[in-house]
């Protein structure tokens, strides 16, 4: 089974710099989908960034990107010029593209994110 | 574009007592959809999937079922709710490959 890590339970930024936020996790499979989710304190889970696994580019969305390393099995998220609505829990997670996995998201734990002004 | 709508966004409900929390998708057909519980403080665990109408998979045995009446309704059930039964609910929709959209989210307070 597809395990999702993050090892840092809480993290903060001072507004306007750039932090990044660790995600590593095990499989056995080639391809895949991973996500970076948000979740505010209004606890809706917001969809951030994806990457597909196939693709070598790192995905980027305005002040988001990724930094994806396939062998290494690490997917971190890079928030640049930290604005105080991006405090949040933040996860990542792990989709299948084939088989039975690939009907569930598998979680990380989630990281707190705090932006101080 | 497509929406999710998952009502009521906030239940109190006594020990023992019977629930229906429901989940409709707009703008697409045929979706997968799902049922997640989140602990206070805790990450997301999948409960229920449905790849099609009637049919469900569970992935916690529990004392919690779902259903799927009709293409894009989800619903989610017991017959007497139990005070580990406490938690965020939410519902989401995917097609067969790429991410989730999630619904807004029930917080559910057995008493």
């Known amino acids: 089974a597809q395990t999702v890590t993050q090892s840092q339970p809480e993290m903060s930024v001072q507004e306007a710099e750039t932090v990044t936020l660790s995600c590593t996790y095990d499989?056995?499979?080639?391809?895949?989908?991973l996500f970076w989710y948000k979740q505010p304190p209004s606890r809706q889970m917001i969809l951030v960034i994806r990457?597909?696994?196939?693709?070598?580019q790192n995905a980027t969305e305005n002040r988001f990107s990724v930094n994806f390393q396939k062998a290494a099995k690490s997917f971190s998220l890079k928030i640049s010029d930290s604005q105080l609505g991006d405090a949040a829990m933040y996860f990542c997670?792990?989709?299948?593209?084939?088989?039975?996995?690939?009907?569930?998201?598998?979680f990380g734990k989630g990281t707190k994110l705090s932006v101080i002004p | 574009s497509q929406t999710i709508h998952q009502w009521p966004a906030t239940l109190v409900q006594p020990v023992g007592s019977p629930l229906s929390l429901e989940c409709t998708v707009e703008?697409?057909?045929?979706?997968?959809l799902y049922w997640y519980r989140q602990a206070a403080g805790r990450g997301l665990q999948l409960l229920f999937y449905?790849?099609?109408?009637?049919?469900i998979s569970s992935e916690v045995p529990q004392n919690l079922s779902a259903s799927r009446p009709q293409d894009r309704q989800f619903i989610l059930s017991s017959k007497k709710l139990l005070l580990s039964d406490s938690g965020f609910y939410l519902c989401?929709?995917?097609?067969?490959?790429?991410?989730?959209?999630f619904g807004s989210g029930t917080r559910l307070t057995v008493v």
């Open positions: 989401a929709w995917s097609r067969r490959t790429g991410g989730y959209t």
């Open positions: 499989t056995s499979e080639s391809d895949y989908y």
């Open positions: 990457q597909e696994a196939y693709k070598q």
């Open positions: 997670a792990y989709r299948s593209e084939y088989g039975a996995g690939s009907y569930q998201l598998t």
């Open positions: 703008g697409t057909s045929n979706p997968n």
């Open positions: 449905s790849v099609g109408i009637g049919q």
